[in-house]
Structure formats: C-alpha cells, structure tokens
C-alpha cells in the first residue's frame, strides 16, 4: 500500500516525503514541478537512501492522474499541490480557483472511483482571517480575505460535506501556521519564485547578499515591539505533524482538524534577532508602512494536535534560523545552481 503525496517535491512536501520514507511507507510523488525543481527528488534519495515512485503530472488534468491510481495500490492521499501566494493570488483569481479547487475536485473523485478512504488536507491559518484573539483554537470562526485563503476555506468546506455523506471517509484537515526551517542535511529547504514574499526567505536572500535590505511591513501594531506576531514552525515538525496524522486517520476516526503550529508568537523583529544570531551577520532593515491584508497577531492553540496527534513541535526558533540559514548558505541560488553544478560534473 502506498501514500500517494501531490506536491511532493515542494517546499513542504518534499520534508514530508522524507519522513514517510524514514517510518518505511511507500510513497508515490505527484508534481507538475510549476513551482518546484526535479533536482529535489535526487536530494530526498540521498538524504533517505530510499526511492519512490514519481510521475510528472498536472494533479488539473483528471485523466493523466489515473493512471497514477490505476498503476499504484493508494491507501492515503497527502495532498499538498497548490497555488499558495496571497498577493498573487488576488491578480490571477480564476488562475487560482482552477488550479486549486479544480485538482482536488479530480483527487476526490478518484478517491471515490479507486475506493481510497485516508486523506490529509494542506490547510492553512489564514482561513481565520483576522481572529478576535490569541491563541487561535480550531472552533474559531472561519472566513477568508482573499482568493488563495478562499481556496482553502472552499476545500475544507467540501472535506466537511464529503464526511457528511460518507462516514467511512477519514479526512485530516491540517492548518499550518508559518512554516521555516530546512531539513539538517541543508540540502533541501525553501525556494521561492522571484522575489520572496514571506518573511524567512526574505531574510536568508539578504544574509546570502542577494537582496539588500528586508522591508518590515508595519512598526506600529498593537504587539510587543510594534511588529506582527506569528507562530514559525519548523518545516520537518509540520512534516511530521502529517506522518501522526496518518496514524490517527487509521484508526477510522473520519472528520478531524489540527492547527500545527508551536502556539509561541514572534514578531518580525524577534526573527530578525534570532536569525542575525544564527548567521552571524546584522540583516539591514527599514521600517515600512504596513502591507495590506496583514492582521498584528497570529498564533495557534496546539493542545488538540497534542493530545490527539500525540504531536508536538519540537524545534525552537534558533533551530528554525539555523536550518534556514544552512540550507541558503549551502545553496545560494537554491537548486538551480545546484541543478547546473551537478550537471557540469556528471559532463566531466
Ligand atoms: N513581513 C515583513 N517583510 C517581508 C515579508 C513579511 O515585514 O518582506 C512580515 C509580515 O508583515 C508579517 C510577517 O512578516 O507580519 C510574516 O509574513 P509572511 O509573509 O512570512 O507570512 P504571513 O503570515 O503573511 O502568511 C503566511 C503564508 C500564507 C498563509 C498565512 C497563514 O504565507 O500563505 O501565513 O497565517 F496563509
């Protein structure tokens, strides 16, 4: 049996199909690679010393997607492919519906037609929208604030339903709060497209000499130093938050959802600190005006996911910077120098 992974070779997928491989599941990877590089594939068999089964396909197009479950004997699905960034997001809407609605619609109904019961969903805390406090528990009410959050929050509507109707379904909606980190080897972290837009890959372009200096988005919210809160966690714990969540899926639990997160705040200035430390190096910042769609503060109750994941995050925010920061170092350009280094040697 097999753990079918959509998204696998991206940022947090990749961590994930680490893990699986190392509690010995069978893993067949789907990635279309629209936002992530094939060399990561090579680095989840060096670090694992396991293989996998990959196929290169648009989770869009519904009938190339059979033959994946026609060809592999799937138990469970861990479904990660998405679009995922907001301001984007809001430019290409349809873009965003159809590739993020319109690939689960075809997963869920293959699920249906090859009669797979264990799904993990990639939610996302911004389906809280601007909560009304801190920490954020599961039962706080849900609404989005823009077409990638809409996403989310339509998936999640639709997992709830499917459940309705069908009581032999186990579905894990999953809502990560902000993930960072890398994995120890430093040979797979973080690779954004272009310019980062979220605030740790920012910062490891600026210590890498990259980008000149990191904008803060806003100095005077209501928190600690004036700069907004959020809860980082490390990459390989969200990774294994999925690995306790398959567990509990077979136990026939059928509907459940988890906010993985560590449930401690940070602002952008305590990160600024943490990772300057990690680094050694000052990260030249400025203050500017806030960055529209921001809320202040944003962190997570985890008690559930502790007590009913047996899950708890283990890293600590030095870690987290020290991860990011080894994987940048190493890979200055992230896998496309890698990709031409490897490359250029494999012709020599
Ligand atoms: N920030 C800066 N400068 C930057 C980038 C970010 O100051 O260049 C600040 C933001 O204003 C915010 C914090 O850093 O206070 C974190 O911002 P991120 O963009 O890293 O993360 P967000 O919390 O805005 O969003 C993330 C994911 C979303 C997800 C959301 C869920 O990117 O996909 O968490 O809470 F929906």
């Known amino acids: 049996m ?29 990635d279309n690679f629209s936002n992530s590089n094939p060399i990561v594939l090579d680095r989840i068999r060096e670090i694992t010393n396991e293989d996998f089964k990959f196929y290169k396909v648009d989770t869009t197009n519904s009938d190339e997607l059979e033959v994946v479950f026609k060809e592999n004997n799937i138990d469970s699905i861990i479904h990660f492919a998405a679009y995922k960034a907001v301001g984007e997001s809001v430019a290409k809407p349809l873009e965003y519906y159809t590739n993020n609605i319109g690939n689960t619609l075809n997963i869920l109904n293959l699920m249906r037609k090859y009669n797979v019961k264990n799904f993990v969903f990639s939610s996302s805390a911004t389906v809280y929208g601007d909560p009304h406090s801190c920490p954020i528990f599961e039962n706080f009410p849900l609404s989005a604030t823009n077409p990638y959050g809409a996403t989310k929050l339509m998936i999640e509507d639709m997992l709830r339903d499917i459940c309705k109707d069908n009581d032999s379904l186990n579905i894990a909606i999953l809502r990560y709060f902000n993930p960072i980190g890398a994995h ?39 928190t600690h130093d004036g700069t907004g809160v959020r809860d980082y966690i490390h990459v390989v714990d969200l990774a ?36 300057s430390e990690a680094c050694g190096k000052e990260i030249p910042y400025k203050i500017v005006d806030r960055r529209p769609g921001d809320i202040a503060m944003c962190y997570a109750s985890t008690s559930n996911a502790n007590k009913e994941l047996g899950w708890k995050a283990e890293f600590g925010i030095k870690e987290m910077c020290e991860d990011s920061w080894r994987w940048q170092s190493n890979n200055p350009d992230g896998y496309t120098t890698a990709y031409i280094d490897e490359v250029t040697s494999v012709a020599e």
């Not at 990749?14 to 069978?26: A, F, M, N, Q």
């Not at 080897?185 to 890959?201: A, T």
């Open 2 to 30: 097999s753990v079918l992974v959509t998204g696998g070779a991206g940022y947090i997928g990749s961590h994930t199909v680490i893990e699986l491989l190392e509690e010995g599941k069978e893993v067949v990877i789907v």
């Open 240 to 275: 294994r938050g999925h690995i306790k969540a398959l567990e509990k899926l077979n136990t026939n639990c059928g509907l459940v959802t988890y906010n993985l997160g560590t449930g401690n705040g940070y602002s952008v200035l305590d990160l600024i600190k943490a990772f």
């Open 184 to 222: 120890i080897s430093g040979l797979i972290g973080e690779e954004p497209n272009g310019i980062p837009n979220n605030l740790m890959p920012y910062i490891t372009k600026v210590a890498v000499g990259k980008l000149k200096e990191l904008s803060v988005f806003g100095g005077d919210y209501n």
